[in-house]
């Protein structure tokens, strides 16, 4: 896949700042990648994504976006790309479809009529069954001030998705959102990957949301310091383990020591092992168990070991 | 002629593409004025107070002894004082929107930044006009007689003053970046600006400081100019008018162009720098 996003030693100091917020970062993203910027908080992730969405500019290096140059083609860029902010960026005293039809002419995609009706078929199609999809259908009439704040979201991803973006940026997204409107957005997104190919460039505190990306990157201080796949980056910061036991203790640690393994005795007897599962070690055990446990780490595991 | 295409959708020529987010943003501007009517209370409350209330007053203890129509005077000056100054709010609530991340959406559609404050200013005309027909009414339930000839030439030069409005308010919205800072300057500008610039007072025999003040005012020409145009032709335009159109004119070009590109680009580098 040909790279739609290149970034060549980004650099962001703010005035007066006596160290740069982002510091020499460099990293690509391929076409319909699924992309996690992660860190922990003033890693420089959000002046990182304000400075590729065009809205915060850079002290010096290299961007091109789905073939521009961020610096002299800064509008074709944002033709490109589509965004959610870390805080909601809607006319509340609009309604739901104001807002939608606002983004879509603002993009150059219709002819601004001032009703609804006036808009093309295509235009009302495309918003009709965006809402549905998002479940926001009965209320596209409303002023967005009556929404919820997971409601609010949705309909700023309806907007965001209104004119194909060939990269969606997603900073932070489901911020101040319930178990079930997380849900709902990660379903719609992952639908749409699917469906349109869409890159996603992601940044979030919650480490799950980024378990089933293609690629991930960690920032923290301003620089990169580690990036890969969610497995290699598993593989590289934790360690998997088993947590066994049995009636007679004695002769499993001694059947585990005969095996190199070298088990931590604690409550249980904890393996650690590389393979990519556990049954290298379990075949060779003769002493009946009476607990078997397979610890995975998470790509949160990884994060919290990387952020300490 | 230039192109451009968004995912192989529908191609809008670049130009028109400009001037169709300009009307969005006005369209958003109406919208949000008629849902939202405090602009338009204000705009209807402002010409009872002023006009008829503080303007009724003036008239009575000392509108005899200038030697020309004062009601007509005042008229005049509170149709444009009126206008220009709901512009000029209107395009401050921009620091408002900054407040509330939603330049933010503004600012990365693929449009020019000027096209963003061309449609602020085009669509908070719309009040200024609102402003404009509220203040008639008042006028003429004072009493105050307007030939439709002089209304219609107050009218055809109105969009000149919209801009010139536009631009002291983008130059306002350049330099400050807190609503409630940006209130109280253009509180306090509407205030100095109402008594010194000749909205209701006359300012053609101010001397000494108060004239330096009355001079550094954008609205003293767009007022002089509005009455050059409304008096030409008459006895009192003499009395009344201090500078010929052209001179006029010449001042709200110039003011108006440097306000509008200094304080577009300082609003735009604030909004990227922040």
Known sequence: ?308 | MNTTTVNNRREIPKTAQEINAVLTIAMREIITTIKVPTRIVTAIIWPIMFLWLMGGNLMQNMGTQVGYNFNQFMLTGMLINGMFMMIVVGITTLVEDRENDFTQEMFVAPVSRYSIIIGKIVGTSFTGFIEFLATIIVGLCMGISIEASQLLKLLAISPLICIAAGSLGVMIIGFIHNSSTAGLIVMTGSMLQMFLSGALIPINNTAGAISVFSHILPLTYCLDFARGIFYAGTSDYSKIVMYSPPVNFEIILTFTAVFFILGTISFVRSEKNR
């Open chain 1, 1 to 308: 896949m040909p790279a739609i996003l290149t970034v060549e030693n980004l650099i962001k100091q703010y005035d007066k700042a006596k160290e740069p917020s982002v510091n020499g970062i460099s990293f690509t993203v391929n076409e319909g990648e699924f992309f996690a910027f992660l860190g922990p908080n003033g890693a420089g992730k959000t002046t990182t994504i304000s400075i590729l969405t065009t809205t915060l500019s850079k002290t010096s290096g290299t961007v091109r976006i789905a073939g521009y140059d961020l610096e002299k083609e800064a509008k074709d860029v944002r033709k490109h790309i589509g965004i959610i902010f870390q805080k909601p960026s809607l006319d509340l005293n609009l309604s739901a479809e104001e807002n939608i039809r606002l983004h879509a002419c603002m993009y150059g995609m219709y002819v601004y009529r001032p009703f609804f009706n006036w808009m093309p078929k295509d235009y009302k199609d495309r918003v009709v069954e965006l809402s549905e999809i998002m479940g926001i259908q009965e209320k596209l009439w409303k002023p967005l001030k009556t929404f919820s704040g997971g409601m609010q979201r949705k309909m700023e991803i309806v907007r965001s998705l209104i004119h194909s973006p060939k990269i969606l940026f997603l900073d932070e997204p489901s911020q101040g959102l319930d178990a079930i409107s997380r849900r709902a957005l990660w379903d719609y997104i992952n639908q749409t990957r699917k469906e349109n190919g869409t890159t996603v460039f992601l940044t979030t505190h919650y480490i799950d949301e980024a378990e089933n990306v293609d690629n991930v990157c960690m920032i923290k201080h301003g620089k990169i310091i580690l990036s890969g796949t969610p497995e290699e980056m598993k593989n590289t910061l934790t360690q998997k383990y088993l947590i066994l036991d049995a009636d007679n203790r004695d002769t499993l640690e001694r059947e585990l020591n005969a095996l190199g393994l070298n088990p931590q005795k604690d409550v249980h007897f904890k393996v650690s092992y590389e393979d990519a599962t556990p049954m290298n070690i379990l075949t060779k055990l003769h002493t009946p168990l009476t607990m078997m446990k397979v610890y995975e780490p998470s790509l949160e595991d990884a994060y919290i070991s990387l952020a300490e």
